[in-house]
């Protein structure tokens, strides 16, 4: 089992920054992509972006040129940092992985999501 801790949510006004951290445990456990996603109020939840094992990123049209994915590899975190918020980025934003255990299989881990909150 992974176990994806997230930190960093809060209340910002708009226009400022707010950076989220995630970190995944689980001994074994090969990461391949990180990602996030958010779940605005009322809505569905969307893909912010995902960073891969080389580094490679892609990212939702809304937060392009905004926010920032990056990874440590040895630690097992990823990061989101989140510029020039906007109130349309209020959402509780979750951590997903996906990887394997060493035997083909990909499986995949939620965060518990954590809430940003955006003021106008």
């Known amino acids: 089992q992974v176990q994806l801790v997230e930190s960093g949510g809060g209340l910002v006004q708009a226009g400022g920054s707010l950076r989220l951290s995630c970190a995944a445990s689980g001994s074994g456990f090969r990461i391949h992509t990180m990602s996030w996603y958010r779940r605005p109020p009322g809505k569905q939840r969307e893909l912010v972006g995902h960073i891969t094992s080389g580094g490679g990123t892609n990212y939702g049209d809304s937060v392009k040129g905004r926010f920032t994915i990056s990874r440590d590899n040895a630690k097992n975190t990823v990061s989101l940092q989140m510029n020039s918020l906007k109130p349309e980025d209020t959402a509780v934003y979750y951590c997903?992985?996906?990887?394997?255990w060493g035997i083909g299989i990909v499986y995949d881990y939620w965060g518990q999501g954590t809430q940003v909150t955006v003021s106008s």
């Open positions: 997903y992985v996906a990887g394997d």
